[in-house]
């Protein structure tokens, strides 16, 4: 396996940084999940993978720091690192990060490395509908970071409130925001469906999460209404169905939220009409998102 690191193919095993980089110590690193399919005519192709660069250097951007190579130069990474380890279903990792030099909190005279690393990955979460503990920590602050960014530090959030779910036997957290509104999961977008009208957290303290972008547009391209608004945890306590988004899980059934069963504990009808075209799409079956598939060539 080979990955793509400052733009030269490096042996899996040959990827190494030093002890010392920044971004080991403080977090300062910025990263995307991108996924590729295998699609109908064999050809694997990544989704939505304009959106995700994009994302990549608007996070970067948020945090100071420099990625030293173009938008199409990290695109090109990305095909290059699929193609030359014959992926077809994968999960891709790119990520930039301040590496060795001055150990102080003002990194930006440190050099910045950037990484691209493929595999294969099944779903985040399986397919079956998931139980959901409602986490004691809340999404970080909007006044304390960029919650619109995907970097690299905020994730210690995450991982406290999927170790205190997994311990307490549940299969993932759901995090409020600090006014007490759903936030989201520690690695998803949600959303709840009631009386067949889809409604999701509001951008602003959530990331935007470009699997959420998506379904929002499938959703209202098959003539479902969907609403983003504050919220409550009554509302998805009593939602009709429930799920979450996001590329590493893609669309998967939320079934129970701490002791309380949604929709008896199964996946809902709009959930799998919208898991089911997602699949589709994404494997190139459906040739009105085409332009969501870039081809490895």
């Not at 030269?8 to 080991?24: E, P, Q, S």
């Not at 909190?105 to 399986?126: C, Q």
């Not at 690299?152 to 007490?180: F, M, P, Q, V, W």
Request: hydrophobic share 40%; net charge positive; charged share 30%.
């Amino acid at each position: 396996m080979k990955i793509w690191f400052n733009k030269k193919l490096v042996d899996w095993d040959k990827a190494k940084v030093h002890v010392l980089t920044h971004t080991l110590h403080y977090g300062g690193g910025v990263f995307e999940g991108i996924r590729s399919y295998e699609t109908v005519n064999k050809k694997p192709a990544v989704f939505r993978l304009k959106e995700h660069i994009e994302r990549l250097f608007n996070s970067a951007e948020s945090i100071y720091l420099k990625i030293p190579f173009s938008k199409k130069e990290i695109t090109d990474g990305v095909l290059k690192v699929i193609k030359v380890n014959k992926l077809k279903d994968a999960y891709i990792r790119p990520i930039a990060f301040w590496g060795e030099g001055k150990i102080n909190l003002d990194p930006r005279k440190n050099p910045v490395n950037v990484s691209i690393i493929a595999f294969p990955f099944g779903a985040y979460l399986g397919e079956k509908p998931v139980k959901v503990l409602v986490s004691k920590y809340i999404r970080l602050h909007p006044k304390s970071v960029i919650s619109s960014s995907k970097v690299c530090g905020y994730y210690i959030n995450s991982i406290l409130a999927t170790i205190e779910a997994h311990d307490k036997g549940y299969d993932e957290a759901l995090l409020l925001d600090y006014r007490g509104f759903i936030a989201e999961g520690s690695g998803e977008n949600i959303f709840i469906v009631k009386n067949k009208i889809l409604y999701t957290p509001k951008l602003g303290n959530i990331l935007p999460g470009i699997t959420r972008d998506s379904v929002i547009k499938i959703a209202k391209d098959h003539h479902f209404k969907c609403i983003e608004k504050d919220l409550t945890l009554n509302e998805l306590l009593n939602a009709d169905e429930a799920f979450f988004t996001g590329t590493a899980a893609e669309i998967v059934p939320i079934g129970q939220v701490n002791n309380k069963l949604i929709n008896k504990g199964r996946e809902g009808e709009i959930t799998r009409f919208l898991r089911e075209t997602f699949k589709k799409i994404v494997r190139g079956e459906d040739k009105r998102y085409k332009n969501w598939l870039t081809y490895v060539k």
